[in-house]
Every structure is written in C-alpha cells, then in structure tokens.
C-alpha cells in the first residue's frame, strides 16, 4: 500500500534570480498586496513586461482566498507570484511583514508556483497619490487601491527582473 504523496511545495524567495529560475520562463505574473482585509491582485502580460490591475479579493477564510486566487492562476496561465512584503521605512520587519512570510508560506503547501518577495515600501501611499491625483473620489480610491497597489508592487518587480544583469 503506497503512501499519497504530498503536492509539490512552491518556492519563496527575496532573490530575482533565484524566482527567475524557478518560474517558467514564459508566463503571466500576478502580483499580490495582501492586507488584512484584502488582498489586491495585479497581471503581467504574457512577456512580463506590463502589469495591470486584476481584481481586489474580500479576505475571508484562507481556504476561501486561495481558492478565488489559484482559479485566477489556472484561468490566466500565471507562472509565479510576486507578493509585497510590507517592511517598515527603515528596512525592519514588524507584524505585518510576518503575516505576509506566512502568506507565502501558506500558498507554498498549496502550490508549486514560485513566490518572489518584493519590497513593497510606500506602494500605497504611491496608489494613493496617483489616485487623488486622478481627481477620484475618497469612495472610488476605496475601491482601487489595493489592485493598483498590487500593480505598483508588480511593475517595480518586471522592471527590476527585466533589467539586464
């Protein structure tokens, strides 16, 4: 009598080398801001060159969140995740940073798909900014914010990974 086997475990990583070898190499991204309440979701292209908003997800239980996300995986041919990792101003982790490395690892018993790290400092503020800016209302700003939040996060991570070494 054989023993299941577990599901293959995904990768995290702070490393864009180590994240472009373990992603294939061609493939859509999603980007993730996970908050408490949400989790925002932006989409590369298929070149990895442009990331655009993709969805907000009402956090509710993990099984829940994981299910709407690895459906939005399967359903546009994501290769790896970029998930914000929320460092303080001074490059310290605090609570928040430790959720989100539980995130990562959660997704990982889940999934064989890689997961990159990026530092995701100030990338609210930015959508805020962007968002007023745009003239859009304090209701619509609610809204957007965590999906442009997610696009800001996983455009500065194409841009980076793109970058020739």
Known sequence: M???HPPPQGLTTEDQQQFRDAAA?????IGIDGGTKTLGLALSDVRRTIASPLETIRRTKFTA???RLFSLVAEHGVTGLVLGLPRNLDGTEGPRAQATRALARNLNKLSPLPVLLWDE????????????GADQTRKRRAEVIDKLA???ILQSALDRINRPV
């Open 2 to 4: 054989s023993t299941p």
């Open 25 to 29: 190499p061609a493939g859509r991204l």
């Open 65 to 67: 969140d994981a299910t």
């Open 121 to 132: 400092r100030l990338t609210t503020a930015e959508a805020e900014r962007m968002l007023i």
């Open 150 to 152: 997610a696009t800001i």
